[in-house]
Nanobody
Framework: VQLQASGGGLVQPGESLRLSCTASGRTGRNVLMGWFRQAPGKEREFVTAITWSDGFQYYEYSADSAKGRFTISADSAKNTVHLQMNNLKPEDTGVYYC???????????????????WGQGTLVTVSS
């Protein structure tokens, strides 16, 4: 399975951006995909993730920093997740990585080492 992320760019504070990530190849019955970000000089941090089973039963969870402004959604038929980011702030600047956990069964995962599939990263810059 490979992950392909897209949608980064340069925006001004208060604007919105939508990231997408598609998993190619065969995924399992249960799927966990999510987003991390890494600001310059900082460690990679969890943003949000979504799980689904048998193509439905979606469950999403987010870091406190993402709640209220970021929304994750998924199209299970396309193995694609989207990250809608609204009211962006300069501190949201960083490289955003799509991630997935192979052989996922259940539960919520937050640490980078718990995800073994990674996309190439897409740069989000929020600046006036």
């Amino acid at each position: 399975v490979q992950l392909q992320a897209s949608g980064g760019g340069l925006v001004q504070p208060g604007e919105s951006l939508r990231l997408s990530c598609t998993a190619s190849g065969r995924t399992g019955r249960n799927v966990l995909m999510g987003w991390f970000r890494q600001a310059p000089g900082k460690e990679r941090e969890f943003v949000t993730a979504i799980t689904w089973s048998d193509g439905f039963q979606y469950y999403e969870y987010s870091a406190d920093s993402a709640k209220g402004r970021f929304t994750i959604s998924a199209d299970s038929a396309k193995n694609t997740v989207h990250l809608q980011m609204n009211n962006l702030k300069p501190e949201d600047t960083g490289v955003y990585y799509c991630a997935a956990k192979s052989r996922y069964n259940r539960g919520a995962y937050y640490q980078p080492y718990q995800f073994d599939l990674w996309g190439q990263g897409t740069l989000v810059t929020v600046s006036s």
